[in-house]
């Protein structure tokens, strides 16, 4: 291998969170999967949507933007360089915007995330780490991932969710997803098992009795299934986040938020959600929706700084936590002790669609359900008051933890 692929290799596993799913443990898979979808591309053009022609058109009237992405294709390493053109690149996400995810338990050559997929490279690119940092671009591409999300959302994705090899409903998918926490013997005899759509599927309500919640006044829970990323003490109002270790900073993280002040030199706790967990979040103290919104931002941007790291790309969510889209609810505990928590889920490429479901003014339990994330990679932060809890002893990076359950504890 030469030095050129070893750190492409390098690049590869630190960007796209293989230990996640997100994209095949194999990077020559995903050569694979560019090569035949562009020849999908040859069987047949379709009309380009509403969005494909709204990004058409910004390349071609922005110099700087097609400037970007001309470089951005052309940057991308022989052989690796599949999309050639502006052009296909267009036909590309054109034709990935009707496309629902197939399921295969082969990990070193499936693809769970076709637009990741399609977008590897040439976000590695100088360019390409330039042009997905651009507002406008980015909120093309976020039209185009939102009509993903309505076909997603739509009953034909439902041809994805079968019992045979390549669906969602097959014997190891069950086994990989613990759908026996989600689905009834019952569940299973219907059509599609019951699920409305694909990101029914990918949503869906757990079974009662399967996330208790810690009923301790003194105990805070988890927000969501996951792996533990990060815990951070004494964070900082503003603080250089690009940077190695991608430092908090709350300024950026709460948008600006008039409660900033409250959470100055406070905690931050970070996790993962890998495809194969519950992707609804729930609140982790008693208490008042004081604010809820959602704040649009990056979706394929990555840290620079990050490096090469053996959690395949996990480095980059303290800087995504500052930069992506995500939801900011702020709860306020009737406990001063507890004072006022901030959940903020963040989406992480593909859909980054947030689903905030409850409204200011909103009176909260432990464990009521704050919202969902549809399709995609996601991470959660919550962040405390300076002084206000005690996190578990045994809550190292990468422990798996559990929606309802203990993470931590009124400090003494």
């Known amino acids: 291998m030469s030095d050129l692929e070893a750190a492409l290799d390098g690049r590869y596993d630190n960007l796209f969170a293989r230990a996640a799913g997100y994209l095949p443990e194999s990077r020559q898979a995903v050569d694979e999967w560019q090569a035949d979808f562009l020849l999908q591309l040859a069987d047949g053009e379709q009309e380009f949507s509403p ?20 470089q951005m294709i052309e940057e991308v390493l022989p052989p690796h ?22 399921y295969s338990p082969n990990r070193e050559k499936r693809v769970f995330f076709p637009m990741s997929a399609l977008f590897v490279y040439m976000m ?4 390409g780490e330039a042009l997905f940092r651009i507002e406008k671009f980015n909120r093309a591409i976020q039209k185009i991932l939102k009509e993903w999300c309505v076909h997603l959302d739509g009953a034909e994705s439902r041809s994805v969710l079968t019992e045979q090899e390549d669906g969602w409903l097959s014997a190891p998918a069950v086994k990989e997803f613990g759908l026996g926490d989600y689905v009834t013997e019952a569940d299973r005899k219907k059509p599609y098992w019951g699920f409305s759509s694909f990101n029914g599927f990918f949503h869906r309500q757990i079974l009662p009795g399967k996330r208790p919640v810690d009923a301790d006044p003194a105990a805070i829970v988890s927000a969501n299934d996951g792996a533990v990323y990060r815990i951070a003490r004494n964070v900082q109002e503003t603080d250089e986040f690009w940077l190695k270790g991608q430092p908090y900073s709350l300024a950026d993280m709460l948008n600006g938020s008039t409660y900033t002040a409250r959470f100055l030199n406070g905690d931050v706790f970070q996790s993962f959600l890998a495809g194969s967990d519950y992707h609804r979040w729930r609140s982790p103290i008693d208490g008042v929706v004081r604010s809820a919104e959602v704040v649009n931002g990056l979706m394929f941007s990555n840290a620079e700084s990050a490096g090469e790291d053996p959690t395949a790309g996990t480095y980059s969510q303290g800087y995504q936590a500052s930069v992506n889209t995500r939801g900011l609810v702020f709860i306020e505990s009737p406990d001063t002790r507890i004072g006022m928590v901030c959940v903020i889920p963040i ?9 905030i479901a409850v409204q200011p003014g909103k009176a909260v339990k432990k464990g009521d359900e704050l919202g969902w994330f549809s399709y995609g990679g996601s991470s959660m932060c919550l962040v405390f008051e300076p002084g206000k809890v005690r996190f578990a002893d045994a809550l190292k990076p990468d422990t798996k933890i559990r ?5 931590a504890t009124v400090a003494p």
Do not use: F, H, Q, W
Request: hydrophobic share 40%.
């Open 51 to 70: 969005g494909v022609r709204d990004l058409e058109r910004l390349i071609k009237r922005d110099g700087i933007i097609r400037m970007y992405v001309c």
């Open 347 to 355: 989406g992480i490429t593909e859909i980054s669609s947030v689903t």
């Open 124 to 127: 590695m690119t100088p360019a």
């Open 81 to 102: 360089r599949y999309i050639t053109s502006v052009s296909e690149l267009l036909a590309a996400l054109n034709r990935i915007r009707t496309t629902a995810p197939r």
């Open 403 to 407: 929606v309802g359950a203990r993470i």
